[in-house]
């Protein structure tokens, strides 16, 4: 039989350089093939089928064949790109080296990839490029060229330096106005590398108070930042304002187009009185839709979080749009709380790890669900914690013992990735997060705090 397999595998080699689909019509093409040099011997479409689904490799449909010679010509590219570059991503690899990959018949980055993973070579293949790290991400190694650099660099330094990096790559990363700023003369600074006169922002500050008290806003005539500009004559002063406020006004006062305010008295007190609304609805209910508690809060509070996380001061949410007055229910705490320990085991899960509530005690006049055991958690559970980003209905967040602690819902995340060895690449660690219901969506700069957050950790 495996000599069978081998001059299947032969034939699909030879006549399918582009890639075979598992089908009535390239299954017959084989067999044709196959019987024409083998009068004497019959093979079935089933056999077929099976040889391809178990020997190639399956992109959009199609599955390609690739010999061990070609392989070993593959890993050898990519051991001298990796030798001399930390980072190489697929597609780009695939562009700079189009003739030799043509030649072997690989028209896709995703092919090249699957043939990487396939063959073992002591890399690390993430989802858009691989590298000799675990730890290699891109914003990393565009930091490390502006340290060694000591000066503001162009996007075409940067594609020099990563010539395996797409340009839109490189782009994004430095389009994070939180690392780096645009220059005069359209290079890019590292923000981490600006020089501030301490004393001037300080006085500055003083006079923005100062304003404020006398007027209720303060204007850039009401201060002066002349150092700091001529301390940092690459940058516009418009954008090092922006940093300045950031850095050391944002605290104490909002801005709105060019003044300054003192900061959330009015925004404060808005929510105070929104909250209290939502607060006496609530209260005078024994029981409470959610679709009519989030229809009164439009009229007071536009975020639903806030209406649901007020319920849940005063109520039992029993099932997805149903909540009922704390007095009507009552849990067998212990009992539950036993019934939780299989799940969580000692270790942070997410809510929608608790698959099963088959041995979980009764709730008179209800049944078990993950609304429900949200609630037990965040009122009356004595070993663990239910945490959330925001009160939501999708069943988002994070179980964990009582004896645990941490700084906030970030810390409990980012404990999770390095808890389960997760990459700690963007679309590893967000599909490990929002996959397992530890948060509902991708929201780009929360995962880069969640992934520098798993660094620390890994790091202490």
């Given at each position: 039989?495996?000599?069978?397999?081998?001059e299947?595998?032969e034939?699909?080699t030879?006549?399918?350089?582009?890639?075979?689909?598992d089908?009535f019509?390239?299954?017959?093409?084989?067999?044709?093939?196959?019987?024409a040099n083998?009068?004497?011997?019959?093979?079935s479409?089933?056999?077929?089928a099976e040889v391809?689904?178990?020997?190639?490799?399956e992109?959009g449909?199609?599955?390609?064949?690739?010999?061990?010679?070609?392989?070993?010509?593959?890993?050898?590219?990519?051991?001298?790109?990796?030798?001399?570059?930390?980072?190489?991503?697929?597609?780009?690899v695939?562009e700079?080296h189009?003739?030799?990959?043509?030649r072997l018949?690989i028209?896709?980055p995703?092919?090249?990839k699957?043939i990487?993973?396939?063959?073992?070579?002591?890399?690390?293949?993430f989802?858009e490029?691989c590298?000799?790290s675990?730890?290699?991400?891109?914003?990393?190694?565009?930091?490390k060229?502006?340290?060694?650099?000591?000066?503001?660099?162009?996007l075409?330094?940067l594609?020099?330096?990563?010539?395996?990096?797409?340009?839109e790559k490189?782009?994004?990363a430095?389009s994070?106005?939180?690392r780096?700023l645009?220059?005069?003369?359209?290079k890019?600074?590292?923000?981490?590398?600006?020089q501030?006169?301490?004393?001037?922002?300080?006085?500055?500050?003083?006079?923005?108070?100062?304003?404020v008290?006398a007027?209720g806003?303060?204007?850039?005539?009401?201060?002066?930042?002349?150092?700091n500009?001529?301390?940092?004559p690459?940058?516009?002063?418009?954008?090092?304002?922006?940093?300045?406020?950031?850095?050391?006004?944002?605290?104490?006062?909002?801005?709105?187009?060019?003044?300054?305010?003192?900061?959330?008295?009015?925004?404060?007190r808005?929510?105070?009185?929104?909250?209290?609304?939502?607060?006496e609805f609530?209260?005078?209910?024994?029981?409470?839709?959610?679709e009519?508690?989030?229809?009164?809060?439009?009229?007071v509070?536009?975020?639903p979080?806030v209406?649901l996380?007020?319920?849940?001061?005063?109520?039992?949410r029993?099932?997805k749009?149903?909540?009922v007055k704390?007095?009507?229910?009552?849990f067998d705490?212990?009992g539950v709380?036993?019934?939780l320990?299989?799940?969580?085991?000692?270790?942070?899960?997410?809510?929608?790890?608790?698959?099963?509530?088959?041995?979980?005690?009764?709730?008179?006049?209800?049944?078990?669900?993950?609304?429900?055991?949200?609630?037990?958690?965040?009122k009356?559970?004595?070993?663990?914690?239910?945490?959330t980003a925001a009160?939501?209905?999708a069943n988002?967040?994070?179980i964990?013992s009582?004896?645990?602690?941490?700084e906030?819902?970030l810390?409990?995340q980012?404990?999770?990735?390095?808890q389960?060895?997760?990459?700690?690449?963007k679309?590893?660690?967000e599909?490990?997060l929002i996959?397992?219901?530890?948060r509902?969506?991708r929201?780009?700069?929360?995962?880069?705090?969640i992934?520098?957050r798993s660094q620390?950790?890994?790091n202490?």
């Amino acid at each position: 039989m495996q000599d069978v397999v081998k001059e299947i595998i032969e034939v699909i080699t030879n006549n399918f350089p582009k890639g075979i689909r598992d089908d009535f019509i390239d299954a017959n093409k084989i067999l044709r093939i196959y019987s024409a040099n083998h009068t004497d011997e019959n093979i079935s479409r089933d056999l077929i089928a099976e040889v391809i689904h178990s020997n190639g490799l399956e992109d959009g449909g199609r599955f390609y064949f690739i010999s061990e010679s070609d392989a070993e010509n593959i890993r050898l590219v990519f051991d001298e790109i990796l030798a001399a570059h930390s980072i190489a991503y697929y597609s780009t690899v695939h562009e700079k080296h189009a003739d030799f990959f043509s030649r072997l018949h690989i028209f896709s980055p995703e092919v090249l990839k699957k043939i990487l993973q396939e063959n073992d070579t002591g890399y690390f293949y993430f989802d858009e490029f691989c590298s000799a790290s675990r730890m290699t991400r891109l914003d990393y190694e565009v930091s490390k060229i502006f340290m060694a650099a000591k000066k503001s660099l162009s996007l075409e330094d940067l594609q020099e330096k990563l010539p395996y990096v797409p340009r839109e790559k490189i782009l994004a990363a430095l389009s994070n106005e939180k690392r780096y700023l645009p220059t005069n003369a359209g290079k890019f600074f590292p923000i981490s590398k600006i020089q501030f006169d301490m004393d001037e922002i300080h006085a500055a500050k003083q006079k923005i108070i100062s304003a404020v008290d006398a007027n209720g806003y303060a204007t850039p005539e009401d201060y002066s930042l002349s150092s700091n500009f001529a301390l940092n004559p690459e940058l516009n002063e418009k954008n090092l304002c922006n940093v300045i406020y950031k850095k050391f006004f944002a605290a104490e006062f909002t801005k709105q187009g060019r003044k300054f305010f003192k900061k959330g008295i009015v925004a404060a007190r808005k929510k105070i009185s929104a909250v209290n609304c939502i607060r006496e609805f609530v209260a005078a209910h024994d029981e409470l839709s959610v679709e009519k508690l989030l229809n009164f809060s439009k009229s007071v509070d536009p975020a639903p979080s806030v209406a649901l996380s007020v319920a849940h001061e005063q109520m039992i949410r029993v099932e997805k749009n149903l909540f009922v007055k704390d007095a009507l229910i009552t849990f067998d705490v212990a009992g539950v709380d036993e019934a939780l320990s299989s799940f969580v085991q000692g270790k942070i899960i997410s809510l929608r790890a608790v698959t099963s509530f088959t041995g979980f005690p009764p709730v008179a006049g209800y049944s078990w669900n993950l609304y429900l055991l949200e609630s037990f958690l965040r009122k009356h559970s004595q070993r663990y914690v239910y945490d959330t980003a925001a009160a939501n209905s999708a069943n988002a967040g994070a179980i964990y013992s009582k004896r645990m602690k941490f700084e906030d819902y970030l810390d409990v995340q980012a404990s999770a990735v390095v808890q389960e060895k997760i990459p700690l690449e963007k679309s590893a660690v967000e599909e490990f997060l929002i996959g397992q219901g530890f948060r509902a969506r991708r929201i780009d700069k929360v995962t880069e705090r969640i992934i520098n957050r798993s660094q620390e950790i890994l790091n202490r």
